[in-house]
């Protein structure tokens, strides 16, 4: 056996990193693994942060496997952060700043993952894929839901012909009010949740139903006056509606509904619903009544959630005595950088090309595959910006004839391309 070293970085060390990111660096029974012939250590190696605060407390707790990372701050950290010995770069910044720094990561070289959403239009995803074709790496999003053991178990009864047919669905994810006014209050200003935690729904849909059929349109509407005044920007709560079409006319909708404003001793601390509708079969699965309900005195429900998600990530005691933490959240960490390994350690260097063709085959992650996903995103954050100013009801289609993404108002004839098709795209100016 050969033994390689995957050097990777991260770009903030919020709240993410310490729930998924960092029990990942931690333990070697996480972030050890075999590609080929080769045993492949992960290790952290570099971080860049705004003010490197949160880096350098984070730098004296950790244990000695990933306390000896570099840090960089300031404006120039990024850049060089990537010009230092890193090979996978981890973007867990605020949304609306995963552009610039994902595509400076891949122009540099390096192998990225993004969390969700990867970006904000299908602009910037486009540029994205054309400079990880470019570099030969590979460009990954963060979609952990997708290994929610009922997720996946929805999944499975899908490929086994159990449920077939969905007509519509129903998605609720409801934060507490902390959420938007203290971990997100850096940047919250103009952004909204359903781009920014409803996306995960999202691609629960894209992907589990797809892919016989296409997006048609998407709406939405929003509430705002809580986390910022009612004629402001930033939306407290948004309705969404996702349409698509299947090849024999029919239409299957799916309404999502996001907010961070839930009273911050709301039972669950994060409420989350899904209820899908087929031919034959409904489907309901809802976080808080499938677990554990737990009460302790003087720490329930703020320091201690009271429905706690420990399929997503917890610590255990395991039989054997050892301490650990794990879940779905952190397998998904795991499994990007598995992949990493395969194309760079899974066999000979002629064949890296066909391994890096076969790991961006994978669409539960790849960028290439994440295109519904980002056309809904950009829709709803264009379907707002109309409301914000005073353009309520816009209704944003998808592959209409004037362009891929089109935004009609209620009583305005003209309507708005948001990206054009990929024929006047490539047409000569």
């Known amino acids: 056996m050969h033994s390689h070293r ?17 029990p990942f660096f931690e333990q070697p029974d996480a972030s050890r693994f075999v590609a080929g012939d080769s045993v492949v250590d992960v290790r952290l190696s570099a971080v860049a942060t705004r003010s490197g605060s949160r880096a350098a407390a984070y730098a004296r707790a950790a244990p000695p496997r990933a306390s000896g990372f570099r840090s960089y701050c300031g404006p120039g950290g990024v850049a060089e952060l990537l010009a230092s010995p890193v090979d996978a770069v981890c973007v867990a910044t605020p949304d609306d700043r995963h552009f610039p720094a ?6 540099a070289g390096k192998h990225v993952l993004i969390e969700k959403p990867a970006v904000l239009s299908l602009a910037e995803r486009d540029t994205l894929l054309d400079a990880a074709r470019r570099a030969g790496v590979l460009v990954k999003v963060v979609y952990h839901k997708l290994a929610d053991p009922d997720h996946k178990k929805l999944r499975t009864h899908l490929a086994d012909g159990t449920l077939r047919h969905v007509n519509s669905g129903y998605c609720s994810l409801l934060e507490p009010r902390s959420v938007s006014r203290d971990q997100f209050s850096e940047w919250v200003v103009g952004r909204n949740p359903a781009t920014y935690v409803g996306v995960h729904y999202l691609k629960l849909i894209d992907f589990t139903f797809g892919p016989d059929w296409r997006l048609a ?3 939405a509407t929003g509430q705002r006056g809580i986390v910022g ?7 407290d709560s948004v309705l969404a509606q996702v349409v698509y079409a299947y ?3 029919r239409e299957a909708a799916f309404d999502l509904h996001t907010g961070w404003v839930t009273p911050d001793n709301s039972p669950g601390y994060v409420d989350q619903e899904v209820q899908f509708r087929f031919d034959n079969a409904t489907w309901n699965a809802h976080q808080r009544k499938r677990g554990v309900e737990v009460t302790v005195e003087g720490r329930t429900p703020l320091a201690m959630k009271e429905t706690p998600n420990h399929h997503y990530n917890g610590t255990f005691l395991e039989p054997w005595g050892q301490r650990s933490q794990r879940g779905y959240g952190i397998e998904v960490i795991r499994r990007f950088f598995e992949e990493v390994a395969h194309v760079e350690f899974g066999g000979p260097d002629a064949a890296r090309p066909e391994r890096l063709a076969a790991t961006r085959a994978l669409d539960y992650n790849d960028l290439a595959a994440d295109r519904n996903v ?8 264009a379907i707002l910006r109309e409301q914000a100013e005073g353009r309520p009801g816009g209704v944003v289609f998808v592959d209409h004839p004037l362009g891929e993404l089109v935004l009609f108002r209620p ?8 990206h054009p098709s990929a024929s006047a795209i490539a047409a000569p100016s």
């Open 6 to 22: 995957i050097d990777a970085a991260m770009l903030g060390t919020g709240m993410i990193f310490d729930e998924t990111y960092r």
């Open 102 to 107: 994902a595509l400076a990561a891949l122009r």
């Open 217 to 219: 349109r998407v709406t």
């Open 229 to 235: 005044p009612p004629d402001g920007p930033t939306f």
């Open 247 to 249: 090849p024999d006319g």
């Open 374 to 381: 980002v056309a809904a995103v950009q829709a709803v954050e």
């Open 411 to 418: 009583g305005d004839a003209t309507p708005t391309i948001l």
